[in-house]
């Protein structure tokens, strides 16, 4: 780099060296996973979380794989990073991928914990950094989530040269979670895995700063009692704004949810929506004022189907909804049965559960060239029969709808009952159901000439 540090990508890394060792104008620290830090503050989390991802091989790997960081011969990561021309900028993390004495790729960090949000001016200063030291990612990192990686929760977009990704403290202990699961994600060396669970310990005790979503945002109580007053809403009102976000990250705090029980990472969220936060802001908002209701997406691998959760605010309920597709080789009564058949296996694995949500569970029957969706009361679906027995049965649902009543308006009771439906949901109904596949076909014991 010689005298001056005009560029990270693409220069050697002993010039680089040469600048912290021989010239001192660019300060920075090695990241500790036994820090000096005080235990809360920013920087102990973002020291021992870069100390991780240099210690632990396939927590690194994954982290990488999420914001297409290459994959190095070496990996140097420092914390509290002053670059020359920058001084009145430090950055909180600075990752190189070097191989040979070449940097290959970079990406700088920006950490916040506990309840202190992403600041556009400061992100606007580190995109600069970026753009004229050729640093081709800016990593953010909160307490605030957002359905995929690619979006940011604040109103900033990626400069030429320079990608913006965003994670959650939860999606990062999620990804943690995960490797020490019993899976085939699992970590292979055994001091690598000692040291998972102690950074997964670090994560999960509240002075770390840490933490889930745990309210909806103060809009979500005026809204549903406007809602129920009457009232018309109109885009710009800040109670709709609020309720949109706080749905949003509830979304993604229920899939994060899931996947630390199942220890499979659950999606969220539309894939139309992956790279454009704005547009989903907007189509949820439009929603909340025509329709007075709010939908979200999860998928988990393998299972029935894809969850649909709405929240319907007129009526103060959520419902949460799986598909199950008919067998095609029996008739109608034939079909209700097979369907009913699974019902029971689920209230004899959970039987606990079952019992507490039955009254809520519904089936919906969609009926072919029929509008909308048939839906009868569990204990009621051997009595459909009659009405339907001369149609044809394109799909079921099974949902269970709950009224929440005056917890709807809360903004931490909603929350903390939402989270406890869907893993009841998911516990004792989704896990147990299976769709219908086409046998294959019989060997015949005549010959065919």
């Given at each position: ?60 790997k994954d982290f990488f794989s999420e914001v297409s960081l290459l994959g190095g011969s070496k990996i140097h990561i420092y914390t509290e990073v002053t670059f020359p021309k920058f001084e009145d900028s430090r950055i909180d993390g600075l990752i190189l991928v070097v191989a040979g004495d070449q940097i290959k790729d970079a990406a700088i960090i920006e950490v916040k914990n506990k309840n202190n949000e992403l600041q556009v001016e400061q992100l606007e200063k580190y995109l600069e950094i970026a753009k004229q030291l050729k640093i081709p990612k800016l990593i953010t990192i909160s307490n605030q989530f957002v359905s995929t990686p690619t979006q940011s929760p604040v109103p900033i977009k990626s400069s030429r040269g320079t990608d913006i990704y965003h994670f959650s403290w939860s999606y990062i202990l999620t990804m943690a979670h995960i ?271």
């Amino acid at each position: 780099m010689g005298s001056n540090l005009t560029k990270i990508v693409g220069s050697k890394f002993s010039d680089f060296n040469n600048h912290v060792l021989v010239n001192n104008d660019m300060k920075l620290h090695e990241a500790r996973l036994i820090t000096t830090y005080k235990a809360g503050d920013e920087m102990a989390l973002t020291s021992i979380f870069l100390s991780a991802l240099k210690l632990v091989k396939e927590f690194r790997k994954d982290f990488f794989s999420e914001v297409s960081l290459l994959g190095g011969s070496k990996i140097h990561i420092y914390t509290e990073v002053t670059f020359p021309k920058f001084e009145d900028s430090r950055i909180d993390g600075l990752i190189l991928v070097v191989a040979g004495d070449q940097i290959k790729d970079a990406a700088i960090i920006e950490v916040k914990n506990k309840n202190n949000e992403l600041q556009v001016e400061q992100l606007e200063k580190y995109l600069e950094i970026a753009k004229q030291l050729k640093i081709p990612k800016l990593i953010t990192i909160s307490n605030q989530f957002v359905s995929t990686p690619t979006q940011s929760p604040v109103p900033i977009k990626s400069s030429r040269g320079t990608d913006i990704y965003h994670f959650s403290w939860s999606y990062i202990l999620t990804m943690a979670h995960i490797l020490l699961y019993n899976n085939d994600k699992n970590i292979e060396d055994e001091d690598q895995i000692k040291i998972m669970k102690e950074v997964v310990a670090y994560f999960e005790n509240p002075i770390s700063g840490v933490c889930g979503f745990t309210h909806m945002k103060a809009g979500w109580k005026e809204l549903v009692g406007r809602i129920n007053a009457g009232t018309r809403l109109k885009l710009n009102d800040s109670c709709v704004s609020d309720t949109v976000s706080s749905w949003q990250q509830e979304e993604r705090d229920m899939a994060l949810i899931l996947s630390r029980k199942l220890g499979v990472l659950v999606q969220s969220g539309e894939s139309k929506y992956r790279n454009n936060l704005k547009l989903r802001i907007d189509n949820d908002s439009k929603t909340l004022i025509n329709e007075k209701q709010l939908t979200s997406v999860l998928r988990v691998k393998g299972a029935v189907s894809d969850i649909i959760i709405r929240a319907l605010f007129e009526k103060r309920i959520v419902e949460m909804i799986v598909k199950v597709n008919v067998p095609l080789d029996k008739g109608i009564k034939g079909q209700i049965g097979w369907l009913k058949k699974q019902i029971e296996l689920c209230a004899k694995k959970e039987p606990k559960i079952f019992e507490i949500i039955q009254d809520e569970l519904k089936i919906g029957i969609n009926i072919k060239r029929a509008k909308g969706c048939e839906r009868v009361a569990l204990q009621k679906l051997r009595d459909i029969y009659n009405e339907i027995k001369d149609r044809e049965i394109n799909e079921f649902n099974v949902v269970q709808v709950k009224d929440f009543g005056k917890s709807f308006s809360s903004r931490q009771k909603f929350v903390e009952e939402i989270e406890t439906m869907l893993v009841d949901f998911y516990k004792s109904i989704i896990q147990h159901l299976h769709n219908w596949k086409q046998p294959a076909p019989p060997l015949s014991d005549k010959d065919n000439k």
